[in-house]
Structure formats: structure tokens, C-alpha cells
């Protein structure tokens, strides 16, 4: 058995498999059918529905720019608040001094 080729190994699991379980031979059948480009009637199987590549890179670019603008005004505020009104130091009462002990 251990000489015998991989491929007449399989083709006997396989008869064997299908002589057992009938519905499971035909469901397998249908996948491999569905997974080698072949419907039911022989013909290619169509394509999944879903939104086409065009439409895709539209909501993908459409993504990326509104977190681009996210990051931005996030920046901006982050600018607006760390700033200084006048430009000067901050009184030397606003700061609690660190105590070190």
C-alpha cells in the first residue's frame, strides 16, 4: 500500500466515501462543479453579486479622506488649545510647584 501511488489512493477513498454516503457524493460533486468555474448546466458560474470595483474605490477613497480630515481637525484643535493666547509665559501662581520629599 505504502508503494502504491497518491493519486490511486485517493480515487479509492474517494469510490469508497461515495458507495457509503451517496448525498455526500453529490453535494461534493456540486462544490467541485461551483470551484471549477462550472454551474449546474455547464456553463461558468456567474459572479458573485456585490458592489463593482469602481464603486468600491469610490467608498475606499471616500474612507481615507474623511479620516485624513478626522486627523487634521484633530491636529488643528490640538495646535489651538496647547497655544498660548498672547504668546506669553503663564503666571508663576497658575503652577502647583512640585514638592519633592
Known amino acids: 500500500m505504502e508503494h502504491e501511488p497518491e493519486g490511486r489512493i485517493i480515487g479509492r477513498i474517494e469510490r469508497g466515501l461515495t458507495s457509503d454516503d451517496p448525498e455526500l457524493a453529490a453535494r461534493m460533486s456540486t462544490l467541485n462543479a461551483q470551484f471549477s468555474g462550472q454551474g449546474r448546466g455547464g456553463g461558468p458560474v456567474p459572479p458573485e453579486a456585490g458592489p463593482r470595483p469602481k464603486q468600491r ?36 501662581g497658575s503652577l502647583t510647584p512640585a514638592v519633592s520629599m
Do not use: Q
Not at 488643528?76 to 497655544?83: F, G, S, Y
Open 57 to 92: 474605490r469610490s467608498r475606499r477613497r471616500r474612507t481615507v479622506l474623511v479620516l485624513v480630515v478626522i486627523a487634521l481637525v484633530g491636529l488643528l484643535l490640538t495646535a489651538v488649545l496647547n497655544a498660548s493666547s498672547d504668546g506669553t509665559a503663564p503666571p508663576a
